[in-house]
């Protein structure tokens, strides 16, 4: 066999194998019958070119070019058939949609009657066959271009009405045959008429193209990526005209220059060797030229890729960078909507961390929802759902109730793509598009650049998300800090008004004090003055008091720090009140820690501490409650970074001591203020606003910290961490 026979032989077999393929996935399916018939009506006319151009046998030659130009007219009739099925033309009656097979049988007929559309062949000297027609031939040549054109004009007509899914279908019908078609028109039917034979094989290798094409589209992009099929038929199908030109060109040289000496498969080889010489120059420009006229505004992946990728790589802000992904990968792939969600372990709720184009201001998600369950199974990484495949499966098969509520779910969110976002196995969280602006489908390239983007975007997210923590934690350092020192550098300053003031009025208070009890000893005890100097003696003394606190407050106290139990001096406090305790109906609760760590404090500015908290708990329980007082150890809870701590020490143990009264509580407004200097609720009688001030200050002083938690009506915990002794200081209570 030579190499036009092999050709021909290998496109009938490719067309064939094809038709079986596309019988055997749908049996009774109309549509896949019909394609089978076009896919063998080809494979019968590559196959009968062979014995046609082996015969010596004048009228074995012109029973095998009746076959020849049979094959077309069923080639042509199919595809109409096909086209009718396949885009629901409705016919009126049976009869109407049979109509279009009488013509068929008639050029049949005409075809097969003696010497009405061949007439003869003729064996030519160069060894080709040239077939003379018959008088019927014209009707014959205006039946195939028309059929084919009738084809062509519904399928044209079908693309414009079309949408989605549909649309993509008709497009790769329409462009898979087209220039198949077309082209073979050209080389079999016009070319021939004209009394050119010697191209008429490359029509048959001409469906070797196109059926590779569409084999590759089933296998490879599960008939969905028409773009890239159309891509490369464009680009190879123009590489074929050239080669197909630089052939012709050849003929026409040999025979000018040469006198036709030349064997045609040399010339076949001489033009080949010359195409591939320029096969990649060539088909570089082609492909560019086809993305430049035919898919302008397409975008090329490698670079959204390359883009995303440093951007992704240079995002810490997790909102910054679901934006912009949400943003870039909805702009160019011209999705009507996409959302990036996030899932965290263990919480109940789905976070957005971008949305568009959706009309709800924020999606509502819960971590039980069935999209997410799906893709979150421990240990399983699943693909993209695709609406239209899952839709399909389910109709398929009705009875799988997951699938049906998979498809319930992306409908009610109106998306067509779900996609995971999956971190070392884990599921992070998920990604929603819903379908492009033009109504086209996604394709199997996109589908993968999708999984490529989002595995890397696992990662960006992880990171960015634990940099937020650590800038949340930070914050909250910061605030705390800041907290503190406003309220140190208050107490700093009261505490030097203090020593000044203190100074003056200790003076005249000394004075008035020692006056009132010089004229209350010399007045008789009858005297009615007695009861007014009695009063300024007890007001000058309760000044005095005042004075004395605030010196107490401000000195900064030669204080003698000691490894103490905080337990001892709680229980040593408690012997304090106790009577006052009982008295006042407070019932007091003692919930020690048996392994206490000591702390470095001085005991006595403890206790003070201690008894300024226990008394305001009973003024605050008027009519009697509970005082908890509770001691903890508290492992101070490192920041960390990536296992790594961002303390320079690494963990600090803290003694916390709880003070937790079923009082009145603070109100919310007067919290912030009940460690400021003279802050009180008590009244001018009562109450001296400085218990609190003090207390913070000396806890301050022991590089520990006094916090409040109070619920109005409820009662309040006033809690006080101390830095511990390390562990070797620590001993049993
Ligand atoms: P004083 O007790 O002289 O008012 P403090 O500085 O000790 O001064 O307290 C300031 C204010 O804080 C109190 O007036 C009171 O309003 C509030 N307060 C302190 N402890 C409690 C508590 N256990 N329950 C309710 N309010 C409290």
């Known amino acids: 066999m030579d190499i036009q026979n092999s050709l021909s032989f290998l496109a009938g077999i490719t067309n064939l194998a094809l038709g079986f393929v596309v019988w055997s996935r749908g049996r009774k399916n109309t549509l896949n019958a019909l394609y089978s018939l076009v896919a063998l009506s080809v494979a019968s006319w590559c196959f009968s070119v062979i014995p046609f151009r082996s015969a010596v046998d004048p009228a074995a030659s012109l029973l095998w070019s009746k076959i020849l130009y049979i094959s077309p007219i069923s080639i042509v009739t199919s595809f109409l058939f096909f086209n009718f099925t396949f885009l629901c033309q409705e016919r009126s009656s049976r009869f109407s949609y049979l109509l279009p097979l009488a013509p068929a049988l008639g050029i049949l007929g005409l075809t097969l009657w003696p010497e009405m559309v061949i007439q003869a062949v003729l064996h030519t000297s160069s060894g080709e066959k040239q077939i003379v027609f018959g ?286 976002i999956y971190i070392k196995g884990r599921l992070t969280g998920l990604f929603f598009l819903d379908d492009k602006r033009s109504e086209d489908i996604y394709t199997e390239d996109e589908f993968s650049m999708l999984e490529i983007i989002f595995s890397q975007a696992g990662t960006s997210i992880e990171n960015a998300r634990l940099y937020k923590r650590v800038q949340e934690q930070m914050e909250e350092l910061k605030k705390n800090q800041s907290e503190q020192l406003m309220q140190s550098a208050k107490l700093a300053s009261v505490g030097e008004l203090a020593v000044s003031v203190a100074h003056e009025i200790n003076n005249p208070l000394t004075g008035i004090l020692g006056f009132t009890s010089l004229l209350l000893s010399e007045m008789p005890p009858d005297d009615p003055r007695t009861k007014d100097l009695k009063v300024i003696e007890s007001e000058a003394l309760r000044s005095r008091q005042i004075v004395r606190n605030l010196l107490d407050f401000s000195r900064s106290h030669g204080s003698k720090k000691e490894p103490i139990d905080i337990n001892g001096v709680i229980r040593n406090t408690l012997t304090l009140i106790q009577y006052q305790a009982k008295t006042s109906n407070i019932n007091i609760v003692e919930k020690f820690a048996k392994d206490l760590p000591l702390v470095q404090a001085d005991a006595d500015q403890l206790k003070q501490v201690f008894i300024n908290l226990i008394k305001n708990a009973f003024d605050a329980m008027p009519k009697g409650g509970m005082l908890t007082i509770e001691t903890t150890t508290l492992p101070e809870k490192p920041l960390m970074l990536n296992g790594t701590s961002l303390h320079e020490s690494p963990s600090e143990e803290m003694v916390m001591i709880q003070f937790k009264d079923s009082g009145m509580g603070i109100h919310p407004d007067h919290l912030q203020n009940i460690f400021d200097p003279f802050f009180t609720t008590k009244g001018r009688q009562m109450g001296t606003g400085l218990g609190l001030s003090i207390s913070y200050n000396i806890i301050e002083k022991h590089g520990g910290r006094m916090e409040v938690e109070s619920e109005l009506g409820k009662g309040s915990n006033f809690m006080i961490k101390l830095p511990a002794l390390s562990h070797q200081g620590s001993r049993n209570v």
């Open 135 to 420: 008088p019927a031939y014209p009707i014959y040549f205006i039946f195939i271009i028309a059929y084919f054109c009738w084809s062509f004009i519904i399928l044209s007509k079908e693309y414009f009405n079309a949408s989605g899914i549909g649309r993509m279908q008709i497009r790769y019908v329409f462009f898979g045959t087209f220039i198949s078609a077309n082209l073979g028109m050209i080389t079999n039917l016009i070319l021939p008429t004209l009394g050119i034979f010697s191209l008429n094989w490359l029509g048959q290798i001409l469906t070797i193209i196109m059926s590779s094409f569409i084999a590759y589209a089933i296998v490879r992009y599960r008939l969905l990526d028409i773009k890239i099929i159309l891509k490369r038929t464009l680009v190879y199908s123009m590489l074929l005209i050239i080669t197909f030109s630089v052939y012709v060109f050849m003929i026409l040289f040999s025979q000018n220059t040469l006198g036709d000496k030349s064997e045609p498969t040399f010339r076949m080889f001489l033009s080949a060797l010359l195409v591939a010489v320029g096969f990649e120059p060539l088909k570089r420009f082609f492909q560019r030229a086809t993305d430049r006229i035919f898919f302008k505004g397409e975008y090329d992946q490698k670079l959204l890729l390359s883009r995303l990728s440093t951007m992704m790589r240079n995002t810490i802000n997790l909102e910054k960078l679901c934006k912009d992904l949400t943003y870039t990968l909805m702009t160019k792939l011209t999705a009507k909507k996409m959302a990036i969600l996030l899932v965290e372990e263990e919480s109940p709720f789905v976070i957005i961390g971008a949305q568009e184009g959706f009309n709800e201001p924020t999606l509502a998600l819960s971590s039980n929802n069935p999209l997410i369950e799906y893709f979150n199974i421990q240990g399983i990484q699943k693909e993209l759902l695709v609406y239209n495949e899952i839709a399909k499966q389910s109709e398929e098969d009705p009875s799988d109730r997951d699938l049906t509520v998979l498809i319930r779910e992306m409908e009610k969110l109106s998306v067509t793509l779900v996609g995971p």
